[in-house]
């Protein structure tokens, strides 16, 4: 069986509120490997963006260790770190963050040229991207003449630019009607099994997150696998 891209051990995050301690969550286990795609459900608060910003390393755990194709976050340096979310790790968002600025084709060649990518092998990626999320006719238009759904795609495609191992998603489709959610996530997931990637997906949606290969749950601190998240979806509409 191939190593996980992605394991934390026994990860806890604790925050301090002035002389008081917010636990979020403690002693959590979980990994994702080449090619899965994993949902994480849970109600807002729970700490599902904490979870994924420690599994991209933006920020360390307050206990447990955090595993990228086996190598032990706490053992990198900085530089290291950095390096490694660059080359190794894509990031989408809720929210697109596009430079405004720069055309569809410029905001996915942007972190290639970050990375020391020459422009001329920028663009051919980028707009190979692009076309593949069908957004052909749309290289050249900055974010505000693209819909909401077009800006998504085109984070989808800045997120898979520089050929990550690890996509971490961030309520991706949170910001769409039901209609233009389901096809940026279709989107995504053909994206994900085209590139072999390890995917986790932090999402609201009971109904996407029963589309991917699996789901945990995180609730109350704990994670737990999803197995009966097709027979809650008859009792909640959502988390």
Do not use: C, W
């Not at 020459?118 to 593949?132: D, G, I, M, P, Y």
């Not at 069908?134 to 984070?155: F, I, K, T, W």
């Not at 029963?210 to 027979?231: H, N, P």
């Amino acid at each position: 069986m191939s190593e996980p891209t992605l394991r934390l051990e026994r990860v806890s995050r604790i925050y301090r509120q002035g002389e008081a301690m917010l636990e979020v969550f403690r002693d959590l286990s979980m990994e994702v490997r080449p090619g899965e795609l994993v949902a994480l459900v849970g109600p807002s608060g729970a700490g599902k963006s904490s979870l994924l910003h420690m599994a991209g390393l933006l920020e360390a755990p307050s206990g447990g260790e955090v595993f990228i194709s086996g190598r032990a976050a706490s053992q990198l340096s900085d530089s290291e770190r950095t390096r490694l979310r660059r080359e190794f790790i894509g990031f989408v968002y809720q929210a697109h963050h596009l430079l405004p600025e720069f055309t569809a084709l410029e905001n996915v060649m942007m972190p290639q040229r970050i990375a020391g990518v020459s422009r001329a092998v920028a663009r051919t990626r980028a707009a190979a991207l692009l076309e593949e999320l069908g957004l052909a006719l749309r290289l050249e238009h900055r974010p505000a003449q693209l819909s909401g759904g077009e800006q998504q795609r085109v984070a989808i495609a800045r997120a898979l630019a520089n050929r990550p191992r690890l996509l971490l998603a961030d309520e991706p489709t949170g910001n769409l009607d039901p209609r233009t959610s389901g096809g940026v996530f279709d989107a995504l997931v053909r994206m994900v099994r085209a590139e072999g990637l390890a995917a986790l997906v932090a999402t609201h949606n009971l109904e996407l997150a029963s589309k991917m290969d699996r789901a945990l749950i995180l609730r109350d601190g704990s994670l737990v696998a999803g197995e009966d998240l097709q027979a809650r979806m008859g009792r909640e509409p959502a988390l």
